[in-house]
Nanobody
Framework: VQLVESGGALVQPGGSLRLSCAASGFTFSGNHMSWYRQTPGKEREYVSG????????SYADSVKGRFTISRDNAKNTVYLQMNSLKPEDTAVYSCSVYSFGRRYWGQGTQVTVSS
């Protein structure tokens, strides 16, 4: 299983970013996918999840209404569109999948929201 995130950057408050996570090594279209984030000294925080076909999504209260998760099963990729970014959104964002009896994580991509 390999998960490779991209799209992180330095952005000003109120700005937008789209993160991507390219997946391989498992049946992407058959698995629920999630995004998490983590800042130094804090526990990893659930951000959003999407069902295998994309028909069901969920969000943490802290990002609801600002972030949108989506997926393209033809490209084995899950996305996280982040709008109205706030300084408290600064974190390393990782995608994740539970497959073959365990949870896998990507290496993460850094998102920094600062003026």
């Amino acid at each position: 299983v390999q998960l490779v995130e991209s799209g992180g950057a330095l952005v000003q408050p109120g700005g937008s970013l789209r993160l991507s996570c390219a997946a391989s090594g498992f049946t992407f279209s058959g698995n629920h996918m999630s995004w998490y984030r983590q800042t130094p000294g804090k526990e990893r925080e659930y951000v959003s999840g999407i069902s295998s076909a994309g028909g069901s999504t969920s969000y943490a209260d802290s990002v609801k209404g600002r972030f949108t998760i989506s997926r393209d099963n033809a490209k084995n990729t899950v996305y996280l569109q982040m709008n109205s970014l706030k300084p408290e959104d600064t974190a390393v964002y990782s995608c994740s999948v539970y497959s073959f009896g365990r949870r896998y994580w990507g290496q993460g991509t850094q998102v920094t929201v600062s003026s």
